[in-house]
């Protein structure tokens, strides 16, 4: 199997008020953020740059985060990738395709304390 960066974080946020912050923080924290506005946009740049993980907003334009997920399951089994571990923020009930699990349901609004010891779980701290 091929592996992801091992602290690489895809962003994928729609809005650039909150992608801004969100990829500060995880840049702070000693991470390696990279930031798409959609889904589509996402999966073009995980193909290129495999991540470690995934935190996406659900409602996008193009293609939501829910279908993120599951194209991102898709690519990760035809090219013998490891799925990243997903975190999806809703400000609403989400409305998940069909077996689309995240590993972890982030409500909005969220406190960065909450994004930082998911980050610890899934990823270990950096050196």
């Given at each position: 199997?091929?592996t992801?960066?091992?602290?690489?974080?895809?962003?994928?946020?729609?809005?650039?008020?909150?992608?801004?912050?969100?990829?500060?923080?995880?840049?702070?924290?000693?991470?390696?953020?990279?930031?798409?506005?959609?889904?589509?946009?996402?999966?073009?740049?995980?193909?290129?740059?495999?991540?470690?993980?995934?935190?996406?907003?659900?409602?996008?334009?193009?293609?939501?985060?829910?279908?993120?997920?599951?194209?991102?399951?898709?690519?990760?089994?035809?090219?013998?990738?490891?799925?990243?571990?997903?975190?999806l923020?809703?400000?609403?009930?989400?409305?998940?395709?069909?077996?689309?699990?995240?590993?972890v349901?982030?409500?909005?609004?969220?406190?960065?304390?909450?994004?930082?010891?998911?980050?610890?779980?899934?990823?270990?701290?950096?050196?």
């Amino acid at each position: 199997m091929l592996t992801p960066e091992r602290f690489l974080v895809l962003i994928v946020e729609d809005e650039g008020a909150i992608a801004r912050v969100l990829a500060a923080f995880v840049e702070d924290l000693g991470y390696v953020a990279i930031v798409a506005p959609h889904g589509a946009a996402a999966l073009e740049t995980a193909r290129v740059r495999w991540p470690a993980l995934v935190l996406t907003d659900n409602m996008m334009p193009l293609m939501n985060g829910s279908r993120l997920i599951t194209e991102l399951r898709a690519e990760a089994a035809s090219s013998g990738r490891v799925m990243p571990p997903t975190i999806l923020m809703t400000a609403a009930n989400p409305r998940l395709g069909d077996g689309v699990v995240p590993d972890v349901l982030l409500p909005k609004p969220f406190d960065l304390v909450q994004v930082e010891a998911l980050l610890e779980r899934f990823l270990g701290r950096p050196e």
